[in-house]
């Protein structure tokens, strides 16, 4: 319960700050009042800014095998920043010239955003922080990925939202550059370091340029008709009933050409019946 109310309260307060940009200097902070809210901007695509996954996996924690390698000589406890202890912390005099702490990440990854803390009421707090990366250590090369500006707020979490880099780095090199009051020690509480989230598009229930599948068509009725041959020896109104059952385009003009005279002959074969019938007065089979 301890460890899910910690990460309630670091998700609500991760927005108290600007995001910093590679030039140097925050960019005008984006206003979001809880983490409700961050949420319904995100699924609504009103938030336009950086995406950063929270998740337990925190790359400057002890716990997950990372270490300070390096801090400037004048400090003490610079092991302190990767455990959430509040009695012990970083401190290091703020007269010196140059103030820093090197953290070997618990493994290579894109650094998406950075977190710090500070505890102790009396000293002075960091303000102007530079942020640096690089894949080996020890190196003279390093990567600027941010130039970060914190508040004056003793015990809460402050969060710096990276802009999206092409820097994959396994060293973080922290810098104080300046602080807040005029306290003799400089003092950092901790520090966490989250990789970026890739914002994917959420599918569209509604596509306006989905077309539900169709069933096939089905195949067009196949013409039984006989051939000439077989009409021969059929009746006029069997002829015609197939004649008609029979599509436009699949019918045989031959069974027009050889049906007419069949029915010429059926009718006058009738009709020779009919008169011998009449004169002669005798059963004639037709």
């Not at 949420?39 to 996996?57: A, D, I, Q, S």
């Not at 998406?112 to 942020?131: F, K, T, V």
């Not at 003009?253 to 007065?281: E, K, M, T």
Request: proline residues 6%; hydrophobic residues 40%; contains cysteine.
């Amino acid at each position: 319960m301890a460890l899910v109310f910690f990460v309630i309260l670091l998700l609500c307060s991760i927005f108290q700050l600007g995001i910093p940009t590679l030039g140097g200097g925050p960019v005008p902070k984006f206003q979001v009042t809880s983490l409700a809210e961050y949420k319904r901007m995100v699924n609504t695509n009103e938030y336009e800014g950086p995406f950063v996954r929270l998740e337990e996996h925190n790359y400057a924690a002890a716990a997950n095998g990372a270490r300070v390698v390096s801090f400037n000589k004048e400090a003490q406890g610079g092991g302190n920043i990767l455990n959430r202890d509040k009695d012990r912390h970083y401190s290091s005099p703020c007269s010196a010239e140059d103030k820093f702490v090197v953290v070997e990440l618990s493994k290579e990854t894109f650094v998406g955003a950075i977190l710090i803390a500070n505890y102790d009421e009396d000293s002075s707090y960091p303000r102007d922080l530079e942020l640096l990366g690089s894949l080996e250590y020890p190196t003279e090369e390093w990567t600027l990925l941010g130039r970060l500006e914190a508040k004056d707020d003793i015990g809460a979490f402050q969060a710096f939202i990276l802009p999206r880099t092409d820097h994959w780095v396994r060293y973080l090199k922290l810098r104080i550059l300046s602080h807040h009051r005029e306290e003799s020690r400089c003092t950092l509480g901790t520090m966490m370091v989250y990789e970026p989230l890739i914002k994917r598009t959420r599918p569209k229930v509604f596509d306006s340029s989905f077309k539900p599948q169709q069933p096939p068509s089905p195949a067009p009725p196949t013409c039984t008709c006989k051939s000439a041959k077989e009409l021969l020896g059929e009746e006029t109104q069997k002829i015609l009933a197939k004649a008609r059952s029979c599509d436009a385009w699949t019918f045989d003009p031959y069974i027009a050409l050889l049906a007419v005279p069949l029915i010429l002959f059926q009718f006058s074969l009738a009709y020779r019946c009919g008169l011998v019938d009449q004169r002669n007065n005798h059963d004639m089979k037709c």
